[in-house]
Structures are given as structure tokens and as C-alpha cells.
């Protein structure tokens, strides 16, 4: 047999099927055909990957891609498959309202698997500058579950944002809204957590398979408590099924509450992105940077893998189809090298750490097709030229905490 494709002598790592180790990976037709130590049949393309790790495709859980449409949304297609994200998802930029034209305009165009939770306010995040949820006549559930019952091949749940900016004195009305939109279509919810919403008011309203992103932001209402400590509100979500997504963004990962989780042994299920237009240039420019900082933190290879694949997949129910290796599933797939050197990376407050790692993204096969990172590389200077124009017209939004202006 012949295979359309062979990426060979990689350190194939993959979680969902506990491999790790030395192999070859052949893709016919867009799916997984072999996976062993060596293939030897034949291959139209064959791409010697030796050297560096091999990884199911990356999917990044929290994102904003509705560009031209939001001010947050970035135009991520090419920057995805130059960083080895075959899926990414949108947190929310769409409301019942605009979700049509999320589909036509972003998902059917794109190259990278696109997927989208539906915010439990109509217009979505139309405006960075102002709170969505201010007015709760915006928070609509039935609509809501009426659009995610129409496209749910496309659409992955409900998302709500509880900050004082975001609901004003609305409290967590909006997060009832959004779980009642969600039951409506037994989905989930994705809620965005931060200052001056109590996170044990929001943790008790949540359900087995809910997502709390933004776990390691240090704004306020955090998930230290007075003593330094995980509250234990966290752990009992977490014991009923919650998960617990990283959610970088402009204004959501602070170095000091990250590491004394991980030094307590509380380790986010996902590591995400939230890409945006104010958070490309920093502090997260990509999955693999933001990954890498975890890396730095001493959580191992296999643990970033896990959590930037077959975590998410089955988060979302899909794990049959992406976040792994397995014959017969679609051939999505990540190959990186760890540079070693001296990286700083920064976090949301500023804040600069220096790590001894680098994930490197050095090819990306999506749906069998190969990219590597200069094919996609005007685009991609497309992507970040379009990102700062909007920063230019809107300024720094809430949440950026920094003024990314001046970051050069």
C-alpha cells in the first residue's frame, strides 16, 4: 500500500493513545492510515521529521476569530497553520444575532477547523469597550439554544463573561441565562471569570462538563484564596466534572497565582490561547509560546500535549474525530522542536520570566494537506497588520491591564 504522505523518524507523541516514542505516521486521503515504529511501503511524499516531536494536531479552546465583524476578532486561519493548530475555537464572538455570518464569513472559508460557542448575549462581543452584558435584555436563552440546535456541528456550547465590566449589577443573572440556554440543547458552558463577581457564586450554578477559562488570571476574585491557598470551592468543581481552561489573553494570566497552582498541584485541563487582536503581539503571539511557558514551569512534554489536545477533544465530545493519532481520524497533525537558549516570556501584568525552552512549530498537516510556516508567512503578516490597526482605532480595551501601544 501506498500512502499519499509518510512523516517519518519523529518522537511521536500522543497522549490519547499513551504513545511516546520513536515512529512514522502515514496519511492517505486526508486520514491517519499507520501509525508504527517504521513504515516501509511507499509514499508519493515522504517528510523526514526525525529529530523533532510529532503530536496530534493542537487545538486551541479559546480564541476570538470573528474578524471584521467584532473588534476582537483576528483573522487566525494562516497564523494557526503556521503554529500547528489544526482547530481552533471562538469563546464567544458570535450571539444568536451574527451567528450566521460567523459561519458563512469565518468557518467555510477557512483552511483550519473552526468551532464556536455561542455567547448568551445576542450581539455576542460586538464592542471591546463596552460591557455585553450591561443590559440583560441581551442575554436571550431560547434564542441561543435555538441557533446551537440549528448548526451543532459548528457550535460547542454557550459562553458567558462575569466581570463587573461585563454584567455591571447584573451579578450572575447572566450566567443563569447562559446555563439555561445550555440545558435547553444539553451543551455546555463556557464561563469567563474575573474581578467583582465572587467565584464561588459562579462555581455553584456549574454543571459536569462546564469550562471555567481565565483559571490562572490574578485581577481579582481569583482562585487563591487569603492564605495562598485553592480555595476549595475550586476542588469541589472540579471533583463534579468542571474543567478549568487557561485562557491567557491580554489580561488573564498572572505569573505569580500560575505557579503557585502548579506548585500545589493544580494544573489547568487546557491550555488556551484567547488570541485576539489585543493579545497577538503580547504577551501570547501563539499556542506553542504560550505552551511553552507552562513547559518553563515544569510541567513535562506529554502533560502540554495532553492539554492542547486530546483534553480539549474530549471536553468537547469529539475525540473520535480530533486531538489524536488514531487510524481512520482525520490527518491533523503537529510537529515542533524544543529550542533550548534563554526565551523571555511575559505575562498579562507585564510581569517577564526567563525559561530554558522554546516549542518551536516547524510543519502542520491539516486534513492531510502540509504547511509549513514561511508558505503562510504574508498572511500572517497580514493577520498581525489588521490586529494593530484595529488596536489603533479602539485603544486598549478593559482587561488588557498593559497598554499594548507601547509594547514594541
Known amino acids: 500500500m501506498a500512502f499519499d504522505l509518510v512523516l517519518s523518524g519523529a518522537t511521536i507523541v500522543d497522549p490519547s493513545q499513551q504513545k511516546n516514542g520513536r515512529g512514522d505516521v502515514g496519511i492517505t486521503n486526508g486520514k491517519i492510515a499507520a501509525v508504527s515504529d517504521r513504515i516501509e511501503a511507499g509514499a508519493h511524499t515522504t517528510i523526514d521529521v526525525s529529530g523533532k516531536f510529532l503530536t496530534p494536531g493542537w487545538i486551541d479552546l479559546h480564541a476570538h476569530v470573528y474578524a471584521g465583524a467584532t473588534t476582537f476578532g483576528i483573522k487566525a486561519d494562516a497564523l494557526c497553520l503556521a503554529t500547528g493548530v489544526t482547530t481552533i475555537v471562538d469563546a464567544g464572538s458570535p450571539g444568536w444575532t451574527n451567528l450566521r455570518g460567523f459561519l458563512e464569513y469565518i468557518i467555510e472559508p477557512s483552511r483550519t477547523e473552526i468551532l464556536t460557542f455561542v455567547h448568551i448575549s445576542s450581539i455576542g462581543l460586538l464592542n471591546s469597550m463596552r460591557g455585553e452584558m450591561e443590559d440583560i435584555k441581551n442575554a436571550d436563552p431560547e434564542h441561543t439554544a ?21 454584567v455591571g449589577s447584573h451579578g450572575v443573572e447572566p450566567l443563569r441565562r447562559a446555563v439555561e440556554a445550555a440545558e435547553m440543547v444539553d451543551t455546555r458552558v463556557m464561563v469567563h471569570i474575573d474581578k467583582g463577581v ?21 485581577k481579582g476574585d481569583h482562585i487563591l484564596g487569603d492564605e495562598d491557598r485553592v480555595i ?7 471533583a463534579r466534572g468542571v474543567f478549568f481552561d487557561l485562557g491567557h489573553g491580554a489580561g488573564s494570566f498572572h505569573y505569580g497565582i500560575a505557579k503557585r497552582a502548579v506548585e500545589l498541584g493544580f494544573l489547568s485541563d487546557v491550555i488556551s490561547t484567547d488570541l485576539h487582536v489585543y493579545s497577538l503581539k503580547s504577551p501570547v503571539h501563539s499556542l506553542p509560546e504560550t505552551a511553552s511557558k507552562l513547559l518553563n514551569m515544569g510541567l513535562d512534554f506529554e502533560e502540554i500535549v495532553r492539554q492542547t489536545t486530546i483534553n480539549p477533544a474530549r471536553i468537547l465530545k469529539r475525540s473520535d474525530e480530533i486531538g489524536t493519532l488514531k487510524e481512520g481520524s482525520v490527518a491533523d497533525i503537529a510537529v515542533f522542536s524544543v529550542e533550548e537558549g534563554q526565551f523571555t516570556f511575559t505575562d498579562a501584568h507585564g510581569r517577564e520570566e526567563t525559561g530554558g525552552s522554546m516549542i ?42 498593559r497598554d499594548i501601544r507601547k509594547v514594541k
Open 146 to 166: 435555538r441557533v446551537i440546535s440549528m448548526w451543532p456541528q459548528h457550535c460547542v456550547g454557550v459562553k458567558v463573561r462575569q466581570g463587573a465590566f461585563q
Open 198 to 218: 465572587a467565584l464561588p457564586d459562579i462555581l455553584e450554578l456549574l454543571r459536569p462538563g462546564d469550562i471555567v477559562t481565565h483559571c490562572y488570571q490574578g
Open 232 to 238: 476549595p470551592e475550586v476542588y469541589e468543581a472540579r
Open 360 to 401: 518551536t512549530p516547524q510543519l502542520t498537516v491539516r486534513a492531510g494537506r502540509v504547511y509549513h510556516p514561511e508558505d503562510v508567512k504574508e498572511e500572517v503578516a497580514e493577520t498581525e497588520r489588521r490586529a494593530q490597526e484595529m488596536v489603533d482605532i479602539t485603544g486598549v480595551p478593559y482587561g488588557a491591564i
